[in-house]
T-cell receptor, first 112, second 109 residues
Framework: DGGITQSPKYLFRKEGQNVTLSCEQN?????MYWYRQDPGQGLRLIYY???????QKGDIAEGYSVSREKKESFPLTVTSAQKNPTAFYLC???????????FGSGTRLTVV | GIQVEQSPPDLILQEGANSTLRCNFS?????LQWFHQNPWGQLINLFY???GTKQNGRLSATTVATERYSLLYISSSQTTDSGVYFC???????????FGTGTRLTIIP
């Protein structure tokens, strides 16, 4: 079955450590996205990539970094510069110019 | 960027009742989707509906693009309908999905 896989589902890290969240898709989608969700709130865009080896900042990119070396993969690194990293992170993808976004099941990050 | 507003923010209904959720957006949209977020956080795509009307079982949606709003109807609500419903849009030449703040629906048995 085609889809988006995010791993791990739950992640605990100590304050000050960098952590990388995985997002892999086998849908042959061109564009991939990372969103952050805080409790009781909507989703906010962190970074997005429309083609391999290119990506753009979203609305809340500070403290995060990404790479897009392969079409299938768009990992997100939460750096120590991110002031409040504890949140639910969702990855999405779509075919460029076509309709509808597909979301992964999310990674819940807790920094202690 | 496009602004998305959803109403009401919270809705509590008895099982079997009908409900209408509203999404207003500030500019022309290329894409509009309704999602249901389940208790585990998974976003379930309900409708892709930048214009027109669609139905899927007890759920239906209508988007009036010229007036910049969309409605999600849930009929004969069940407890499994509980959760948060999000409307999300992107604009022409701007393929970034912007979310509303959601409507939290609680269905009481």
């Amino acid at each position: 079955d085609g889809g988006i896989t995010q791993s791990p589902k739950y992640l605990f890290r100590k304050e000050g450590q960098n952590v990388t969240l995985s997002c892999e898709q086998n849908l042959n989608h061109d564009a991939m996205y990372w969103y952050r969700q805080d409790p009781g709130q909507g989703l906010r865009l962190i970074y997005y990539s429309q083609i391999v080896n290119d990506f753009q900042k979203g609305d809340i990119a500070e403290g995060y970094s990404v790479s897009r070396e392969k079409k299938e993969s768009f990992p997100l690194t939460v750096t120590s510069a991110q002031k409040n990293p504890t949140a639910f992170y969702l990855c999405a993808s779509k075919i460029q110019g076509a309709n509808g976004y597909t979301f992964g099941s999310g990674t819940r990050l807790t920094v202690v | 960027g496009i602004q998305v507003e959803q109403s009401p923010p919270d809705l509590i209904l008895q099982e079997g009742a009908n409900s209408t959720l509203r999404c207003n957006f500030s500019d022309s949209v290329n894409n509009l989707q309704w999602f249901h977020q389940n208790p585990w956080g998974q976003l379930i795509n309900l409708f892709y509906i930048p214009s027109g009307t669609k139905q899927n079982g007890r759920l239906s949606a209508t988007t009036v693009a010229t007036e910049r709003y969309s409605l999600l109807y849930i009929s004969s609500s069940q407890t499994t309908d509980s959760g948060v419903y999000f409307c999300a849009v992107d604009g022409f030449g701007n393929e970034k999905l912007t979310f509303g703040t959601g409507t939290r629906l609680t269905i009481i048995p």
